[in-house]
């Protein structure tokens, strides 16, 4: 176990580089001058311009300038933001925390209500309720994610009054669970499809007919044969939409207003702060490799036939 958790590590070296570099690359190329957009229309000395940019270091190839980032990441340096000249760790040390919050709500609403309502559906395949889960997570997969959040701000907020509109700038919990309930609605419904479908299949399986042939309880031959197998592709799922949740909540955060990763990337793009972006999609691609190596971790504990070497 540990060789492999080793190696794995040393896998994820690379991945990690080459995510970052292809974000810090793609930033790099974006049309615009975030140092000559500070000045808005007015006219500015462009020798003005040449020594801020000396003294950012954007004026400096692209590979040196990378080397830069990361030589200062490993120090816990994401940069600075040129708009504003905080360190761009305050900025994530602010913002971070709220999206966390926001992303483990919707990750513990999908988990909960998916894996029960693709259980429910798949102990009775081809019945009635079967039929009208398929077709209820079909419709969630069809509505885009603004149109399903405005509809619930509009519903439960707006003719319900069950909860603000908005999200207040102290982020409480209370007012993160209906963002966290339309942030998670995609992916409770691939959730809810791929249990559902495990469980049919496993349930025709010969290791299930011999658990009721020897006179299994139905609780064990459920709880312990049939969920343990089934739950493998959900969980390889459920690993990677973790990080998902906590880079796709860009448009929910602009919706409720939730001050959090979603909008400061989206301040970012628009002030073309790289060094925000990089940083904030740094600390996603490390939460996407820790989980992925969670998971498979994961994998030993559901079926005991694994093995790592």
Do not use: C
């Not at 340096?77 to 709500?105: E, H, M, Y």
């Not at 009775?124 to 405005?150: E, N």
């Not at 190596?293 to 093995?307: F, N, T």
Request: hydrophobic share 50%; proline share 4%; no cysteine.
């Amino acid at each position: 176990m540990g060789r492999y958790v080793a190696r794995r590590l040393l896998q994820m070296i690379p991945v990690f580089l080459g995510s970052t570099m292809l974000v810090f690359a793609m930033m790099y190329v974006l049309p615009g001058d975030p140092v000559r957009a500070l000045a808005g229309e007015q006219t500015v000395d462009p020798a003005q311009i040449a020594a801020m940019k000396k003294d950012l270091g954007l004026d400096l190839p692209f590979w040196h300038q990378y080397w830069n980032y990361l030589s200062g990441l490993f120090q816990g340096d994401f940069g600075t933001q040129i708009a504003s000249q905080r360190p761009v760790s305050d900025v994530i040390a602010d913002a971070f925390p709220v999206t966390v919050r926001l992303a483990l709500f919707a990750f513990v609403f999908t988990v909960v209500v998916g894996i029960s309502m693709g259980v429910f559906a798949g102990l009775k395949a081809d019945t009635l309720r079967d039929r009208g889960l398929l077709v209820l997570t079909l419709l969630l997969i069809s509505v885009p994610s603004f149109v399903l959040g405005f509809l619930a701000q509009y519903l439960f907020a707006f003719q319900l009054g069950w909860v603000q509109p908005n999200v207040s700038l102290q982020g409480d919990s209370s007012e993160l669970i209906l963002p966290a309930v339309v942030l998670g609605s995609l992916s409770l419904a691939y959730v809810a499809r791929l249990t559902r479908t495990s469980i049919a299949e496993n349930l025709r399986s010969d290791y299930m007919r011999t658990a009721v042939a020897k006179g299994l309880p139905r609780r064990r031959i459920i709880g312990v044969h049939l969920m343990r197998n089934s739950m493998i592709p959900v969980i390889t799922f459920l690993g990677t939409d973790l990080g998902a949740l906590l880079g796709g909540a860009v448009v929910t955060e602009g919706i409720f207003n939730v001050k959090g990763v979603g909008s400061e990337i989206f301040d970012a793009l628009r002030h073309r702060e790289g060094s925000t972006v990089v940083g904030i999609v740094t600390l996603i691609v490390i939460v996407y490799l820790v989980a992925s190596l969670v998971v498979d971790l994961l994998y030993a504990v559901l079926d005991p036939r694994i093995r790592y070497a």
